[in-house]
């Protein structure tokens, strides 16, 4: 059963997917469904013996692109739809004991290519409103497979943390008649403590306002909107930057450094959003090598965050740990 | 830090996109980079199978 549940409190939709408590978990060794299939072998969701980067529609979707009708009805109170949409793995390389931070630049450039694909093959479809693009690392955030990889949701409406960041982005430029997310970009350049690291096109910082010790933002130094809006020098950059990042945080602790990444972009649904900005959040639970930062009383009862550390201190501390790029044709 | 270099040039080539069906009817879309490969094989060798077609 599948359906997506509208809470009147909240003012956001939730998606019901039971069929989802089913789904592969932790499978052993020579078992892992995002490996190439090999001849004689277990017969992988992928069913060739290699490739770069595959997508493929998630065999557990929450939403689908011909949903169920819902197995309850609507009443005056409580919302009920179809649960439509596409939901989508992506799976970084054939390496299976490997992460995306280990991945050579140029395989994460192939991705920035996937990415921007798969944006605007998704962002076409008239029943998506906003395409999603995601990782889940680390079994701490709730990872069922390790084969490196991310996922892609597209939802049939814009989700509530992207709305309220419109809703912010909106009015700072109805006040300013600027960009909010330009000109925290402009603020950390002018501060510089809170810089892990830059490049020409893009700028990771550990925000001003950072909910977790580690929260890390990537923020394009142009005003764009959406992976259809870089230039191919923007694609090199996020690739360069993306690889100093993720191996910075990998330094942190000597660790593969768990995380969620979320990529936000404009939504899909043919609105004018101009005054919103392509970047990536990067959520790390950890806030030592031994300790998680727990959501808890704060966090999910009041929607208040309490952050044990100073994102300036913390800045400091993973801008030490980067080091330059390199790529296989380059002096 | 700031890292301004870029490769020369980029090693990974143009990508195409194969885009087949699995069994049950779900899209699986193979990302390649490099060479073009002959039409109806990948670059494995392996011959195309299914209907296959470029999105």
Known sequence: ???????PLRGEWLATATHRQDRTFLPPPGFCPLCPTQEGGFPTEIPESSYDIVAFENRFPSLLS???????????????????????????????????AQQPVEQLLKLVRVWRNRFEELDALDFVNYVFIFENKGEVVGVTLHHPHGQIYAYPFVPPIIARELEQTRRHFETTGGCLLCDIVGEEANFGARIVVENDSFMAYIPFFARYPFETHLAAKRHIQ??????????LDLASILKQLL???????????????AIHQRPSDGGPYDHYHFHIEFYPPMRTVSKLKYLAGSEIGAGMFINDTLPEQKAEELRKLVEPVKWKNQN | MNNNDRPQSEEIGEMSVRRTTMPDGRYLIYFEFGEPVSPGETKNGDTIKSDDTDV
Request: net charge negative.
């Open chain 1, 247 to 261: 191996s910075a945080f990998d330094r942190i602790f000597e660790m593969p450094f768990p995380y969620v990444m």
């Open chain 1, 226 to 235: 959406a992976f259809t809006d870089l230039s191919r020098d923007e694609e």
């Open chain 1, 66 to 100: 011909r949903p169920p009708e819902p197995a309850i009805d609507p009443t005056d109170l409580y919302a009920v739809e179809p649960s439509r949409g596409v939901c989508e793995v992506v799976v970084y390389t054939p390496e299976h004991a490997s992460t995306l």
């Open chain 1, 1 to 7: 059963m599948s359906e997506l549940r509208f809470n």
